[in-house]
Structure formats: C-alpha cells, structure tokens
C-alpha cells in the first residue's frame, strides 16, 4: 500500500525524537509528500525545514493518521493536543512501550481506531521490525496502513493478541540493548586475554554484526549455525560449554533480562 490517502488527507507526527525523526526519514525516502507531514514537538530538529517539512503549519481538521511518538511518562501532557481528532476516522499508530490501547480509546473517545506498534532502534538505519497490535476498529485497510508507514524502517509483524506486546517489549523492543552490552563484555573480555582495547571493540562489533546479518540472510537457524562453528572438543565448544550452562550461563540470563523488561512494560501500562 502507498501513501495516497496520506498525501492527500495528511498525517500528524506527535513527537519527533529519535524513533519519530526515523520513520519521517523513512516515509520521506519512501515518496511521501513533506506537505503532508504536520509535527507537533517543541524541540522539533532542524533538518525538517530542509526536508520540505513546515514544523508550524497547522494540522488538518481530518487527518488520516496520527502517530504518537512521545514518551510513556509524557503521554498525559502530550496526548491533549491531538485529542481532538478521535472518534472519527482518522487512525492513531502509537509507539509508546507499556500503554495499552484501552488506555488510548479512553482518552479519544469510542469508535477511535488505535494501533499500537512496538519498533526498535535499528529503524533508524533501515533494520528495524515492529510488532502490531490494533483495537476492533482497526480494519484490514488500517492495519495495511500502518504497516506501510512502519515498513519503511524495517519488518513488521502482526499480534493475535495485546497481552503479547509486553513480552515484544522485552525481546525486540529492548533486545537492541542487550546486544549492544554484549558487544561491550566480548570485547572487555578480549582486552582480559591481552588485545588492545581499539582491537578488541573492533573485533567484537564486526563479530556481532556479521553473525547477526548471516543469522538474518543464511536461511539456517540459528541452533545450526552455531553447529556449524562448534568443531567436537574444540575452542568454540569449551566457550560454548560456559555460555550454555543451563544454570549459570546465557538461557538463564536472558530469560531473567526479558522477564525484567517486560514486566516494567507492563508497570507503565498499569
């Protein structure tokens, strides 16, 4: 699906940080009309005027879309401001961890059609994916849209059901962190067996990204490409042997760190 409907009617940006100002980037690369984009942030960045983006021209009376891009804790003093365009037939896209979409039709009012996607930080150089969940309003037409605008940082994916979104939250929402700390603890433990500090970040970023990107292309799982490395008694297999400890080792670990992230989701929702 293009942008026709977006184009013509417009769409609300109700933030523009770091993950508004990716999508924007991503919808402007992707043919869609910088007159049509109406941003609504005190500390909108420069570059927009550049883009062709007006960050003082009024919004539409009828949006198609608005998209909620501010942070949970700034929901109650932000959400006011597009309030007015609920109840009707503009669709809000939000992606702020923890809020569920009742939260949402209470403030908009009945009949509003919300979707609430889950991105992460890899949207903004194009590697995203986000997870989509939407109310009974949302049709096949709405959610087509949004995948649209949410496609242009990345893949998408659809929910059965919200309950899952906190358990997003915690895997690919947050997930991005935790690799990025593994990349510091790889090569801190390079640095512990001698290599210099620059070769050892070096060593490990590239190693990440390139097992990463092979994880992503190859079409092997991940089990079999970890095997394919794992030569019987040898140097994979004596690190695999402390990583794989199913008490003290990485399953442990990460089922503990996802648990954690997603039960704050579900504190912010609460």
């Not at 960050?55 to 932000?78: F, G, I, R, T, Y």
């Not at 949004?146 to 915690?170: C, F, I, K, N, W």
Request: one cysteine or more.
């Amino acid at each position: 699906m293009g942008f026709d409907d977006i184009n013509r009617r417009g769409i609300v940006l109700l933030g523009c940080g770091k993950m508004g100002s990716a999508l924007l980037r991503g919808w402007l690369d992707r043919g869609l009309d910088p007159g049509a984009v109406h941003v609504r942030d005190p500390a909108a960045p420069d570059w927009l005027r550049g883009a062709g983006v007006d960050p003082d021209a009024a919004a539409p009376a009828d949006p198609a879309v608005v998209l909620v891009a501010v942070k949970p804790q700034m929901m109650p003093e932000s959400l006011p401001a597009v309030a007015g365009h609920g109840g009707g037939g503009t669709l809000f896209v939000t992606i702020a961890a923890g809020i569920p979409l009742a939260r949402f039709e209470a403030a908009l009012g009945a009949g509003t059609p919300v979707l609430r996607a889950m991105p992460n930080t890899p949207a903004a150089i194009g590697r995203g994916i986000t997870a989509l969940i939407g109310n009974a309003q949302v049709d096949e037409h709405a959610m087509a849209l949004s995948e649209a605008l949410l496609a242009a940082v990345g893949e998408t994916v659809r929910l059965a059901d919200e309950a899952q979104m906190d358990a997003v939250t915690g895997v690919s929402g947050s997930g991005p962190a935790y690799v990025f700390h593994m990349i510091e603890a790889l090569a801190a433990a390079g640095e512990a067996e001698g290599l210099a500090p620059d070769l050892a970040m070096r060593l490990a970023a590239a190693t990440v990204s390139g097992a990463g990107a092979l994880a992503a292309e190859s079409g092997d799982s991940p089990a079999q490409l970890r095997e394919n490395v794992t030569s019987p008694a040898g140097t994979t297999a004596a690190g695999l042997a402390v990583l794989m400890d199913p008490a003290e080792g990485l399953p442990p670990l990460m089922r503990r760190t996802v648990a954690a992230a997603a039960a704050r989701a579900r504190e912010l929702g609460g």
